[in-house]
Every structure is written in C-alpha cells, then in structure tokens.
C-alpha cells in the first residue's frame, strides 16, 4: 500500500539531497544551541549543575513541543514551503539570542540560580529550539511515501540527524568555541539556517527576495566590540581583551579612577585575581595567605606546586622566594592572558591538564602545594574528596604544606564548608582555617585560607612576611586573617567527601547564589556580558 506524495514536492535528486542536508544541518545546530547555553547564561549564572540541569530541561522540552507541533502543522499544510519558513524562523531565533542576551539575564538574576538559570534558558533557547524541533515531523512526512517503508525511512531520517547533532557537539565543543568565540558561532548557526531556508525558496521556487535576508541579518548581528564605561562613581571600566576558551569565557577588565589603575581577570564572571597595574601587586587580600603562611609554617621549603593559575600572583612570589616553582592549570589561555597582562614570568613551567590527572601521572614531591581553582563559582568536587586528599598529601614532603583557597561559610549553613574541612582532617593531622574576611562578616559567605600538614601543630614564623609589601586595597583585612584561626565546634554536622558521593553542589546552592548575587551588584552588566 502506498500514498502519494504531497503535490508541492519538487520531484528531484537535488532536493532528496537538499532534504537529508537540512535534517543533517539542524540535528547540528540544536547541539550547537545547548553546547553553548552555558556560555551564554555562565556570566549570571555560573556553571553548576543546576544551569547544565536547565539547559538540558529546556532542551527536551522545547524539542518536545516541537515535534509535538511540526508532527501537527505536517499533516495539515505538509508542503516544503512550510518546512523551509520554519528553518528560516528557527535562524532568525539564533540570531537574536546574543542581542536579547543582556536584558533577559538581567531580568531573570532577581529569581534566584535554579529559577532564574531555567526561566533565562527557556527565553533565550527555547524558541530556536522549538522551530528546530518542528522540522523532523515534516522531514519524515515529505520523504516517507510508501507506508512499507516507513520504518525504514524514519529510522534513517532520524540517524542522520542524530549524527548531525554529533559532529555539532564535536565541532563546537573541541573547535570553534576555542577559534571563533560564542557570539561568531552563534552568527555562523543562524546564517546557515537562514541560507538553508532560502536556498530552497531560490533554488526550488525561483522567489530571489528571500535572498535578501541573508545579507539583511548580517549586517544587523551584533557586533564583538570590547566594553568600555564610565561606572557610576566615575571609575572608568574596560575589557581589554576577552576570549571563549574550551573551559569559560575569559576577561581581562581595566579600572580607572584619578591615579588608581588596577587589573582583574574574570572567568565566567567570577574575579580569579587583580592587582595594582604601577606595583604588580595583588589587591585581593586571598593571595597573601596562600604566600605567606605555607613558608611561615615551613621556612626550609624549596620547592611549590600551584594547582590553578589564575592571574598569576602566587606563583610568582615564591619563584620570587628563590622556590622551584610549576603550575598546573587546565586552561592554556589562562596562562596566555596571566603572562601577557598579568606580569607572569615565561620561566615558570605551566603544565596545561586536570590537576587531578597531574597529581595521579606524577611522582614528583612539594614542600608547598597551593590548590587555588574554581569552576564557576566553587572548587570542582573532584578535588575536594578524600581520594583527591590523598593523593595531594602523597606529593606533599614529611614537613610539607596544602592550602587551599575556598570560597565557604563558617556559621549559616556551613555543613558543606565543614565537610571539607572534615574531609582534610581525615588525611592530615593539622587543619587550620583563616578566614579572609572581616571579622564582623564572619556570618557571610567569604574566602577562606585552609591549611593543612603532617604532625603536631606549629606557628607560622611571621618574621618571614612581615617586611613584605602589601598593596593598600588588602592590607586592613588582611592582619587580621594572619593571626585569626577558626574552628568548627565538634558537634557540627559534616561529612567525609568521596568521588561517590560529594553533594557540593546541590548543598551550596544558597551559597552560589550568593557569590553571583555580590557579583552583578559589584561588576557592570556589560562588563560581564559585553
């Protein structure tokens, strides 16, 4: 038994072609969409499970509805014209989603990380997924023309598009992210939907006036300039260079106010470092710690190993020291921007990997090892577990040092903070924590200084620091975070951390919010997202 096909269908090799390279093209592109989702809301949002959970959400959903939808419009206006309007509309939708970027995450921050991440998500992606979603119905209604053949025909419909959708991944996620940037490849999406619309009304319709959206939505895509503003308090901001690297959104922010000019680098909108572009100095108090009190509780030592490089300050004091010195950082471009606008020496060896699979290859043993990196807006599970503890404490010298630079909470809802610090004290004999923060903010979220060693408790040598220049911005906090040890009372609810079960981020979901929350109150919406 057999059906005729719908009267609109241009009979020809070139279109059957045409068909498959349509489905192939927007099995791509819904990946190119959802891969770099997270870029986009990242900034705003950060990068934690809740904002993958959203994206993923919003993909199925919107892709549900699409089917839904195209499975219903096919069977009653089933003509190619349809199918390739939907196209068009579907690259129209991409196109806009870098120019409705701003004003969508500002108006959904107000709703917290998992309702505003998923409602933002929704707005920005959901429509272009939507029109994507849609074509695979009429795709299968235009091509299926014998009912005994149907199976067949629908299956590879839909392992194409499939395949499609794996080399999007692939190409995106290994790279173009790396070569052209979020906002290029999300150009690049929409004008290829958009040719792939109107390539059929011109080739298969003869209607050339469809031609004409193509150089239309070109010169209306927004253009890559660098922001530059004059804040509010009359501090002048500027990006002086951004960049998508394979692992976040990268910028290097100048600020100008009178005779102060200081530099930070920012990783999907959390500050990973500044300092005092005329002194080199750092302006966060967190970095004097991670120098000073490893080598006051170890005068002898001779030898650092920095996971997490950042901009580069704390390696570079103690190769200033005379330490034998290396980095591990995953991000190559973190080392690139750290050398070229951050004053790091090219001496200093940067090993580009995951920390955890440096410290697991190697057999190398540290007097100081400093763990200073964050994904999004916490330290990545991975490297707070007990394995990966362990595994520190085997690179560590009998007298040597960990500190840790955590972002956590001493006393509202401090289980996951205390469960780190549970879990370190698990290895290590000694566990100290110095908060870096003031001491009437102690009740807020803020960095802490872990450290962690070998024996019987010791006291940091201050004389070893005392003399060391410290930059203005950081000095106030900063005596005070020197000589003021926490601890948890014994009875505080904790847990030891594993690779099997490590919860921090779904247990530090209010704490998150709250770093990005100081964020965007802190830092220019177009110097995050400009």
């Given at each position: 038994m057999s059906r005729s096909a719908p009267k609109s269908i241009p009979a020809s090799k070139f279109f059957s072609f045409y068909?498959?390279?349509?489905?192939?093209?927007?099995?791509?592109?819904?990946?190119?969409?959802?891969?770099?989702?997270?870029?986009?809301?990242?900034?705003?949002?950060?990068?934690?499970?809740?904002?993958w959970t959203s994206l993923i959400t919003v993909t199925l959903v919107a892709l549900a509805f699409g089917y839904a939808f195209g499975g219903w419009l096919a069977d009653r206006r089933g003509s190619p014209a349809v199918l390739y309007a939907i196209v068009l509309a579907a690259g129209v939708c991409v196109l806009a989603i870098p120019v409705l970027q701003a004003s969508v995450l500002s108006a959904c921050v107000g709703l917290g990380l998992r309702t505003g991440s998923l409602l933002a998500s929704g707005l920005l992606f959901g429509p272009s997924l939507f029109f994507l979603g849609c074509v695979s119905p009429f795709l299968v209604r235009l091509v299926a023309v014998e009912l005994r053949s149907l199976g067949r025909?629908?299956?590879?419909?839909?392992?194409?598009s499939t395949i499609g959708s794996f080399v999007g991944t692939v190409v995106t996620g290994f790279f173009l992210i790396g070569?052209?940037?979020?906002?290029?490849?999300?150009?690049?999406?929409?004008?290829?939907?958009?040719?792939?619309?109107?390539?059929?009304?011109?080739?298969?319709?003869?209607?050339?006036?469809v031609a004409v959206l193509l150089p239309i939505a070109f010169l209306l895509a927004p253009k890559d300039v660098l922001p530059d503003k004059v804040l509010a308090d009359g501090t002048r901001a500027s990006v002086i260079e951004k960049r998508d690297s394979f692992y976040g959104n990268l910028r290097v922010v100048d600020y100008r106010f009178a005779e102060k000019h200081t530099r930070e680098l920012a990783i999907d909108g959390l500050i990973q470092g500044g300092g005092d572009v005329a002194t080199g100095l750092s302006v966060y108090e967190f970095t004097y710690p991670l120098q000073f009190l490893p080598r006051a509780l170890h005068p002898a030592g001779r030898s650092s190993l920095v996971i997490g490089l950042g901009a580069g300050f704390v390696p570079r004091w103690y190769a200033a020291q005379g330490i034998a010195t290396e980095v591990v950082d995953i991000d190559p471009?973190?080392?690139?921007?750290?050398?070229?606008?951050?004053?790091?020496?090219?001496?200093?060896?940067?090993?580009?990997?995951?920390?955890?699979?440096?410290?697991?290859?190697?057999?190398?043993?540290?007097?100081?090892?400093?763990?200073?990196?964050f994904n999004g807006d916490t330290?990545?599970?991975?490297?707070?577990s007990v394995e990966a503890m362990?595994?520190?404490?085997?690179?560590?010298?009998?007298?040597?040092?960990?500190?840790?630079?955590?972002?956590?909470?001493?006393?509202?809802?401090?289980?996951?903070?205390?469960?780190?610090?549970?879990?370190?004290?698990?290895?290590?004999?000694?566990?100290?924590?110095?908060p870096v923060m003031a001491q009437n903010a102690l009740d807020k979220v803020g960095n802490l200084t872990v450290i962690a060693y070998r024996g019987a408790q010791r006291t940091p040598d201050a004389t070893l620091y005392a003399s060391e220049p410290i930059h203005p911005m950081a000095r106030d906090v900063l005596r005070q975070a020197l000589i003021t040890r926490f601890s948890f009372p014994p009875n505080t609810p904790a847990i030891i951390l594993t690779d099997d079960f490590n919860p921090i981020d779904v247990r530090d979901l209010w704490m998150k919010e709250d770093v990005r929350r100081n964020i965007l109150e802190n830092t220019d919406a177009s110097i995050l997202i400009g």
């Open positions: 068909l498959l390279l349509t489905t192939g093209l927007c099995g791509a592109i819904v990946m190119v969409v959802e891969v770099l989702g997270s870029r986009v809301i990242g900034p705003f949002f950060g990068v934690s499970l809740f904002v025909t629908v299956g590879g419909l839909y392992a194409l070569v052209l940037g979020v906002s290029r490849i999300f150009l690049l999406a929409g004008m290829v939907l958009l040719t792939l619309g109107a390539g059929y009304f011109v080739a298969f319709r003869r209607q050339w006036l471009e973190v080392a690139n921007l750290a050398r070229k606008h951050f004053n790091f020496p090219a001496a200093i060896p940067v090993h580009i990997e995951d920390a955890r699979h440096f410290l697991t290859r190697i057999t190398t043993r540290y007097d100081y090892i400093v763990l200073d990196v330290t990545p599970g991975h490297l707070l362990q595994l520190i404490e085997q690179r560590l010298n009998p007298q040597g040092v960990l500190a840790i630079n955590l972002i956590g909470s001493l006393q509202r809802d401090n289980f996951m903070t205390a469960s780190v610090i549970r879990t370190l004290q698990s290895v290590f004999e000694r566990v100290d924590i110095y």
